[in-house]
């Protein structure tokens, strides 16, 4: 089974329901053979943008082009996308062969054709010996694995996934978005993947584009854009992180951070005005009694306020001035936890914090 990669570039896309803009002046690359995801909470425009590619929904402004071509005003049966929907739409009277075999079947390809891509779909994703049986005698996992190979036996040019994982529990989610990792890279078919989920997009794809309320917020790897994210939407959406609203202000002949609850940072920062300080909790370290920091890292009093215990790390709230900030320390057997009350000193390397407007 094979199907020669192709590239999307979606150019300024933008769609509306009426009145209501849900995608706004959307740009972005998708290169052949890439695994994308698109991210984001709920009614963020992720899933409507992956139906404008599919060619759902009402026309877009903007283009759409696959393999260089703009199908902005190409049904979606003439696109040759696959689609797995959330809800996988097995014909349920159907065994797994005949539900795999449809599309085939439609197109009026030879029957000998038909069973060889059948069978190879079947062993793709580990379903030969369920062959026989209908979607009510699989689980949900098993009904996932019919759905792609429904798709990909089709040999589209572009594998669409709509949140295929929402419906298995969390064990078998993350087995099964291995196995889509892996017959993804196997196939080398461009893909583009739907989730809510960070983990699932961040263990998945090769790069992602975060969106919300219709807007772009950001593409690139998912270690970049948790390290450098460039707006506050992106560091509070992607994991855990400590941000301080506040501005730069000059004192002492040289500008600091202060922040809305009076904590200051003395950081050399360019510009002037309202900036957020932002850095993760396993980017600092705490130390109990009072520690002066060398010029690599700030320091910062405080008080431990609570802790968690959460297996392989222990988080800590520690209040500084009248902010609270969280921080992850490795959590070691045999080792107890820092106690409710303890003055700690906070240190932060200063090349770990970043200065986002807003």
């Known amino acids: 089974m094979s199907s020669e990669s192709v590239g999307i570039s979606i150019r300024n896309l933008g769609l509306a329901f009426g009145d209501n803009e849900v995608l706004r002046d959307i740009s972005l690359d998708i290169a052949p053979g890439e695994f994308f995801a698109f991210l984001g909470p709920s009614g963020s425009g992720k899933s409507t943008?992956?139906?404008?590619?599919?060619?759902?929904?009402?026309?877009?402004?903007?283009q759409i082009l696959i393999g260089g071509e703009d199908v902005v005003d190409l049904p979606p049966w003439k696109r040759n996308l696959g689609m797995v929907f959330q809800s996988y739409a097995l014909w349920p009277h159907m065994t797994v062969r005949k539900n795999i075999a449809f599309g085939l079947e439609e197109r009026r390809l030879p029957a000998a054709e038909i069973r060889r891509r059948v069978d190879e779909a079947l062993e793709l994703v580990g379903m030969t010996a369920f062959a026989g049986r209908r979607p009510s005698q699989l689980s949900g996992g098993q009904q996932q694995r019919v759905a792609i190979a429904r798709t990909?036996?089709?040999e589209p040019k572009v594998l669409l996934l709509d949140e295929p994982l929402?419906?298995?529990?969390?064990?078998?989610?993350?087995?099964?978005r291995r196995d889509i990792?892996?017959?993804q890279q196997r196939l080398q078919l461009t893909t583009i993947f739907v989730t809510h989920d960070q983990e699932e997009a961040n263990t998945t794809s090769d790069r992602m584009a975060v969106l919300n309320d219709g807007y772009l917020q950001q593409v690139g790897t998912p270690m970049e854009l948790y390290d450098n994210p460039s707006n506050l939407f992106v560091a509070r959406f992607l994991g855990t992180a400590n941000i301080l609203p506040g501005s730069i202000v000059e004192e002492d002949g040289r500008k600091v951070f202060?922040?809305?609850s009076g904590v200051t940072f003395p950081l050399d920062i360019e510009g002037e005005g309202q900036r957020s300080i932002v850095f993760r909790p396993q980017n600092a370290s705490i130390h109990c009694g009072r520690v002066e920091a060398d010029?690599?890292?700030i320091d910062l009093p405080g008080v431990i306020v609570h802790t968690e215990f959460l297996g392989s790390i222990v988080r800590y709230g520690v209040k500084v001035g009248n902010e609270t900030l969280l921080l992850d320390l490795p959590h070691i057997q045999g080792e107890g936890l820092i106690a409710e009350g303890t003055e700690v000193t906070v240190l932060v390397a200063r090349e770990r914090i970043l200065a986002l407007a807003g």
């Open 49 to 62: 943008l992956l139906r404008a590619v599919a060619g759902f929904g009402p026309r877009p402004s903007g």
């Open 152 to 154: 990909i036996v089709v």
């Open 166 to 176: 929402s419906n298995l529990d969390a064990n078998l989610r993350i087995q099964m």
């Open 295 to 297: 010029d690599a890292h």
């Open 181 to 183: 990792r892996a017959l």
């Open 258 to 260: 202060v922040s809305d």
